[in-house]
């Protein structure tokens, strides 16, 4: 496979449940982005992963947990969410550089999530 | 901090006429990235062009192109001859160079209509 994979790509869960978003990249990429997009809202940048670690965390509450295991690997583990988190999930990678190189963002087909 | 405003929410036109997108946007950095993205309805996000803050000349793309006003802190973007399946959300963004974040406008609905 080839850009950024998701899966699943539908997901409805309970408020009790844990559950695991997945995130690909065949890119060859060091940077690892997830976003949160809701309805009539702005896209919400939530966690950033550079060379696997951590260097975004955007208030996003406890109860996402992001994983990234190496540069190509982006998981969000999701437990005891509120409805309000129903949303499409995105995961984005890219190449940021040194001053010179854009920081063109490739993005996944989505996470479409329902919390009941 | 750096920003990003698309006023236009929603925004239609008819097939085979041209279309303008507004976004301006604020940072206080000197080398930076724009970028227009499309999102068309239920499918993968993807990147229309881009354009170096660096460079006077607009970025063209086939029938997308961009007016970069730099001093005015505008970035429009421009598709002629539109076509139906340029249906979509289309999202302005900002990044500084060499940045891991990406910001986003608000995004505006465009629909072409047949």
């Known amino acids: 496979e080839t850009g950024v994979t998701q899966t699943p790509r539908h997901l409805v869960m309970g408020m009790t449940n844990k559950k695991s978003l997945k995130c690909e990249q065949h890119?060859?990429?060091?940077?690892m982005y997830w976003y949160k997009q809701s309805a009539k809202k702005p896209l919400e940048l939530m966690f950033v992963y550079n060379f696997k670690e951590q260097t975004e965390n955007n208030s996003v509450p406890s109860r996402f947990s992001p994983e990234c295991p190496n540069s190509s690997h982006l998981f969000l583990h999701l437990h005891t969410l509120q409805p309000e988190d129903s949303a499409l999930y995105l995961c984005a990678s890219s190449h940021p550089g040194t001053s010179g190189r854009s920081n063109e963002q490739f993005f996944g087909p989505g996470t479409r999530l329902t919390v009941l | 901090a750096q920003t990003v405003t698309q006023s236009q929410p929603e925004m239609s036109v008819q097939e085979a006429e041209t279309v303008t997108l507004s976004c301006t946007y604020d940072t206080s950095e000197s080398n930076y990235y724009l970028f227009w993205y499309k999102q068309p309805p239920s499918r993968q996000m993807i990147l229309v062009i881009r354009q170096e803050a660096y460079k006077q000349q607009n970025a063209t793309e086939n029938r997308f192109s961009v007016n970069f006003q730099k001093a005015a802190k505008s970035f429009s973007l421009k598709i002629s001859d539109s076509q139906l399946g340029d249906t979509a959300m289309y999202f302005c963004?900002?990044?500084?160079?060499?940045?891991?974040?990406?910001?986003f406008g608000k995004g505006t609905k465009l629909t072409v209509n047949p």
């Open positions: 890119l060859g990429h060091n940077a």
């Open positions: 963004a900002l990044t500084q160079g060499g940045s891991e974040k990406l910001v």
